[in-house]
């Protein structure tokens, strides 16, 4: 059973209060260089996995996109998203990522936020992505980055007073599940390393464009803790395409 915290009422309250539920694109620290990765989606057919509150749906639609599919697995978040878009061409359907089955070559942009290191069989999950997209398609994610999720427990070690003394990574080879805590609650994700994200790409016929550890940018370091996320990476987004048939 695929586990589903989102749709948890109390765990679901606490992310709706997250400055990214509140304030969309604009409060994800990561935004600003993940929008610079965006291609070009004018007249695309996009597929978005664990789509959330349809933040993103809606940008591709308002920059040009013919048609976009929303996935996630949390009935919680579809309604929000369903309420919070108002384009006929979104879809919003309700599935665990990896049940998803779409005809092949559907999709001109498959991309996903965070999501990736909820699923326990990544290279499964590419090669569906890679059949569903169209030869030369994109594919543009974001996942915790593998030095914040080696170690699980996803906390910085404190002093006695308090203060931050270092954040712990630990047995990053080890890959697999890891119980994190996530806005007080537990919370089941995967860990995996890095060359493990980017060689699957590479083995199952997709071409790297840009790796990027994303900073944040420099108009949110006044938020409280921020400037302590320019200590460690905490995120990882990875643009590619699938290669073109010959």
């Given at each position: ?98 049940d ?66 270092h ?6 080879y ?73």
């Open positions: 059973m695929k586990e589903n915290k989102y749709d948890d009422k109390i765990f679901f309250e606490k992310y709706s209060q997250m400055s990214r539920s509140k304030l969309g694109l604009a409060g994800a620290g990561e935004w600003d260089a993940l929008k610079k990765l965006m291609p070009d989606l004018i007249d695309k057919q996009v597929l978005d996995l664990g789509c959330g509150f349809g933040w993103h749906c809606i940008y591709a639609i308002e920059n040009g996109a013919s048609s976009v599919v929303g996935v996630d697995i949390s009935q919680k978040m579809l309604e929000v998203a369903r309420e919070k878009t108002h384009y006929h061409q979104v879809k919003y359907i309700l599935s665990a990522m990896e998803i089955d779409f005809p092949d070559e559907s999709f001109d942009i498959i991309l996903s936020s965070l999501a990736f290191h909820y699923v326990a069989d990544y290279e499964l999950l590419i090669k569906k992505i890679y059949r569903m997209l169209k030869p030369g398609g994109n594919l543009i994610f974001t996942v915790e980055h593998p030095v914040f999720t080696a170690y699980g427990k996803q906390d910085w070690y404190y002093n006695e007073e308090g203060e931050i003394l954040f712990p990574v630990d047995n990053y080890y890959e697999g599940k890891r119980t994190a805590i996530f806005l007080g609650e537990k919370v089941t994700k995967y860990h995996r390393t890095l060359t493990t994200y980017l060689n699957t790409l590479l083995a199952n016929g997709f071409v790297i464009n840009q790796v990027v550890e994303p900073q944040p940018p420099e108009s949110m370091l006044e938020i409280p803790g921020m400037k302590d996320e320019l200590r460690r990476p905490m995120m990882l987004i990875v643009s590619a395409n699938k290669r073109e048939k010959r």
